[in-house]
């Protein structure tokens, strides 16, 4: 079942998602939504994200766009306790490099994020790491 509302952005530029919506979507106060921009269609997307209270990092990692790359940065996440909430990956040079970018809850890590940067560099499954709260 699918239902429609009118919403206005304030002057700050926020958005008030109606109560009965978020109640529907167990949206509560510091809970977590995904947004997605659909240029093309000109639409706005929004997902219930994650839980409040979940320790979300956005990664970025700069690795070989060679088969098993991506697999064994995973394997190496899945290791260290990383829940992946949302991915990415593209080849920015088919062959050659790739970028991936994911969303994860950390939470529940064995490791801190500074130690998950530096395991994946020095087993030289990515070039470049980035890991930065949400």
Known sequence: MSTSSVARIDEKGRLIVPAAYREVLNLKENSN??????SEKSTLSILPFAAAGDS???????????PGSLSRL?????????????????????????QWRATADLSKCKAKPSAIK?????EKVATHVEIAQV
């Open 33 to 38: 939504v995904l947004l997605i921009l659909n």
């Open 56 to 66: 979300l990092y956005r990664m970025t990692v700069a690795l070989s766009d060679a």
């Open 74 to 98: 995973l394997v190496i996440l899945a290791k260290s306790g990383a829940d992946l909430v949302q991915s990415e990956s593209i080849a920015s040079d088919r062959g050659r490099s790739a």
């Open 118 to 122: 530096e395991l994946l560099l020095k």
